[in-house]
């Protein structure tokens, strides 16, 4: 007989104001987040004028693809007023905007921005399909997803547990997160599987541990995403553009 999980108020966990070390956690994590959408747009960074984020918590990724070049015009929209925890000084005189939103509907036109982008957010949203219809449908051109792919075979209902308390309520592999994607209308044109970067594997450890696990990882990647992605929890993203003809219905 399986025990049942302990659901508690969903996303909890990103409610309030951070503390300094979970700022910092945001600030480390984003440089790989920004990292995995400008290897993907390669040369066609140069077409991508305003970024739309979903879900921008402290702005820390889109501060960073400013620093990068990726876009020009940044907007940061999330469900918990983005106000409370941004990480961006003087966020007035830059080109960033910020708002908060209802979880449902996307607050701008059809075909508004470039890129439309939710790193780490598919997880958590009730409605997976009708969240991506929504970033499709004010994208202009590009729309790039990010999940972590949490269900191999070392995965048990401890871990499931606790990802869940921290607001993970859909689990995937490389190939169901795809599948949902192009599911719900989006037409895959990049695919990457990511471990974390040195400084990600350390920031909870230390520097010697932190390398040893990056190696064992990569390594375990290097022979192939499939082999790795059965093993262990990996990210991947997916750079998209919209394909309406492959589109189901909206989950509702």
């Known amino acids: ?22 700022r910092d956690w945001r600030r480390v994590c984003a440089v790989d987040k920004a990292d995995h959408i400008a290897g993907l747009l390669g040369a066609a960074v140069a077409k991508v004028g305003n970024v739309l984020e979903v879900g921008c918590g402290t702005g820390a990724v889109l501060a960073r693809l400013s620093a990068i070049g990726v876009g020009r015009d940044f907007t940061g929209i999330d469900v918990i007023d983005p106000a409370t925890n941004l990480e961006i000084d003087d966020a007035a005189s830059a080109p960033f905007r910020w708002s908060s939103y209802d979880g449902v509907t996307i607050p701008f036109a059809d075909g508004s921005f470039d890129l439309v982008y939710a790193s780490h957010v598919l997880e958590h949203v009730p409605e997976p399909r009708a969240f991506l219809h929504e970033l499709a449908r004010v994208a202009r051109t590009f729309v790039y997803v990010e999940v972590p792919c949490e269900l191999h075979a070392r995965t048990n209902r401890r871990a499931l547990q606790s990802t869940l308390d921290i607001g993970h309520i859909n689990f995937y592999t490389p190939d169901t997160f795809r599948l949902v994607l192009e599911t719900a209308g989006l037409r895959v044109t990049g695919f990457g599987t990511y471990d974390h970067s040195l400084p990600v594997h350390a920031f ?43 589109a189901l219905p909206r989950d509702r």
């Open 204 to 246: 909870h450890s230390s520097r010697v541990k932190g390398l040893a696990k990056s190696i064992v990882r990569k390594s375990l990647l290097s022979v192939g995403p499939a082999f790795a992605t059965r093993l262990a929890t990996y990210h991947c993203g997916a750079l998209c553009r919209r394909d309406e003809a492959q």
């Open 1 to 22: 007989m399986t025990m049942e999980f302990c659901i508690g108020q969903h996303n909890a966990h990103y409610e309030g104001v951070y503390s300094a070390q979970e």
